[in-house]
T-cell receptor, first 111, second 117 residues
Framework: AQSVTQPDIHITVSEGASLELRCNYS??????LFWYVQSPGQGLQLLLK??????LVQGIKGFEAEFKRSQSSFNLRKPSVHWSDAAEYFC?????????FGTGTRLLVSP | DTGVSQDPRHKITKRGQNVTFRCDPI?????LYWYRQTLGQGPEFLTYFQNEAQLEKSRLLSDRFSAERPKGSFSTLEIQRTEQGDSAMYLCASSLGGGAATNEKLFFGSGTQLSVL
């Protein structure tokens, strides 16, 4: 069965510091992997996706993620966090017709 | 592109009542999805339409739930005899499918927050 684990419920990062959000997945075949961001009162917005090829994928808003098959991981990174990045971040696996989401990581940005 | 619209934004109902939510996808999008998100959890897949055909339903979608997309445009999700466990955010998403999977992108609405008292 497909599943996604986001081990960190909350993370606090100082503005301007780097960020890494962890995601581990379980999937029977080569996975399609996604990161979404959800701000209060907003819909989920796609940050980036991995289907195949280069294991380092670039997304919007300066985010990137690296697919590591040996570790079943797809961690999200950003070199310098802005206060506007405070939100909930979800990792997801599967095809578009049926995404399986993790429980999310809430990012807090301190001044 | 006006985005995916969901109505209402909030719904408070008493246990045992029926409720109906509406989703208007982005025009021209042939695929429409419903997800449910409870507090502290990620969204969970409920069902998926391609045009007017409902192609997949989750086991989460009990017989009290029914979804329709009669003309392949807007969709409704009805919950009959609501229970307190139905309290959640109901999210709708749409996409333009049929081409390369790598180009497909889901657009989510802001959701309908249901509270069952």
């Amino acid at each position: 069965a497909q599943s996604v684990t986001q081990p960190d419920i909350h993370i606090t990062v100082s503005e301007g510091a780097s960020l890494e959000l962890r995601c581990n997945y379980s999937y029977g075949a080569t996975p399609y992997l996604f990161w979404y961001v959800q701000s209060p009162g907003q819909g989920l917005q796609l940050l980036l996706k991995y289907f195949s090829g280069d294991t380092l994928v670039q997304g919007i808003k300066g985010f990137e993620a690296e697919f590591k098959r040996s570790q079943s991981s797809f961690n999200l990174r950003k070199p310098s966090v802005h206060w506007s990045d405070a939100a909930e971040y979800f990792c997801a696996v599967g095809g578009f017709q049926k995404l399986v989401f993790g429980t999310g990581t809430r990012l807090l940005v301190s001044p | 592109d006006t985005g995916v619209s969901q109505d209402p934004r909030h719904k408070i109902t008493k246990r045992g009542q029926n409720v109906t939510f509406r989703c208007d996808p982005i025009s021209e999008h042939n695929r429409l999805y419903w997800y449910r998100q409870t507090l502290g959890q990620g969204p969970e897949f409920l069902t998926y339409f391609q045009n007017e055909a409902q192609l997949e339903k989750s086991r989460l979608l009990s017989d009290r739930f029914s979804a329709e997309r009669p003309k392949g445009s807007f969709s409704t999700l009805e919950i009959q005899r609501t229970e307190q466990g139905d309290s959640a955010m109901y999210l709708c998403a749409s996409s333009l499918g049929g081409g390369a999977a790598t180009n497909e992108k889901l657009f989510f609405g802001s959701g309908t927050q249901l509270s069952v008292l």
